[in-house]
């Protein structure tokens, strides 16, 4: 028998998906898994740097909750496509979406990285080097809130939020009052398993997103999707907005 062009992936068995909805951790059903395995397999080039910059994460005892490498590429496309010479990224843990987006900036392009914890930010510095675009990058230590201001007088192409869900609505003001024509601002984490249906106030970072996305569809600055995800990660989502 002929040789399959295509990859082989090794497949769970097949699992009904879940009736309700996964828990707020964003429960893994195993195919979801394994056709994001299957995505990276046929349209992802395996990278030493990126893999070890998560072996790296693990190692320092970081929680495991950087984008998928899908996600990643898409982050990285976007930057490609708006041609991105100033990238702003809140939350960097150990530099892994820092990395798919540095190697999305144009020539002579710069993204900025705020962390608020300086061992997390020593081991993405480690990281971003390895993987070759330490010196287009900052990585800028302590509370995004209170960096901001250092930033004033920028603009910027593509902004990535995925720092803490309380802050979400100030940093997207923050990041639509700093725009450039046709610029983008991402946000990670809408859907966290479902929980942003739920009214009762009960955590704080549910309540973040849910203000930040009744804000956004009121913002005449901008035009704004969200998207819910499956996947390696679960049950979740972004929302996309595009400025002017
Ligand atoms: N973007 C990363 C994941 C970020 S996880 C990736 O996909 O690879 C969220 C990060 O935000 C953590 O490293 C956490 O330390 C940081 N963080 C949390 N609160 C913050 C704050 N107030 N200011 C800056 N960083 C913060
Ligand atoms: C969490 C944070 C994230 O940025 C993410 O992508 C997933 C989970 C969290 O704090 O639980
Ligand atoms: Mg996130």
Redesign the pocket.
Same mark, same amino acid.
């Given at each position: 028998m002929a040789r399959s062009r295509y990859p082989r992936v090794v497949r769970a068995p097949r699992v009904a998906p879940p009736a309700v909805r996964p828990g707020r951790q964003g429960g893994v059903n195993q195919d979801w898994a394994a056709v994001d395995a299957a995505f990276e397999s046929w349209l992802d080039e395996p990278d030493e740097t990126l893999t070890m910059a998560l072996a790296d994460?693990v190692a320092a005892g970081?929680?495991g909750?950087?984008?998928t490498p899908m $996600?990643?590429k898409l982050l990285h496309l976007l930057a490609v496509s708006l041609r991105a010479t100033r990238i702003l !990224?809140? @939350? +960097? %843990? /150990? @530099?892994? =979406? +820092?990395i798919w987006l540095a190697r999305g900036l144009a020539d002579g392009g710069r993204l900025t +990285? %705020? !962390?608020? !914890?300086p061992s997390?930010a020593e081991v993405a510095r480690a990281n971003l080097a390895r993987a070759g675009v330490g010196d287009r990058v900052d990585v800028v230590v @302590?509370?995004? /809130? $209170? =960096?901001l201001p250092s930033l004033d007088a920028e603009t910027f192409d593509l902004t990535?939020i #995925? /720092? #803490?869900k309380v =802050?979400t609505p100030l940093y997207f003001d923050w990041a639509v009052a700093h725009p450039r024509s046709g610029g983008m601002v991402v946000v #990670?984490n809408v859907v966290r398993g479902g929980a942003v249906v739920d009214d009762s106030g009960a955590d704080a970072n549910v309540e973040g997103i849910r203000q930040f996305m009744a804000a956004a569809g009121r913002d005449p600055r901008v035009s704004v999707t969200a998207i819910q995800t499956v996947g390696a990660k679960g049950y979740d989502g972004f929302a996309l907005a595009v400025v002017g």
């Open positions: 994460a970081m929680p909750i950087n984008v $996600q990643g !990224e809140f @939350g +960097t %843990l /150990a @530099g892994y =979406s +820092t +990285t %705020l !962390e608020r !914890e997390y @302590g509370a995004a /809130a $209170q =960096s990535f #995925d /720092a #803490d =802050s #990670d």
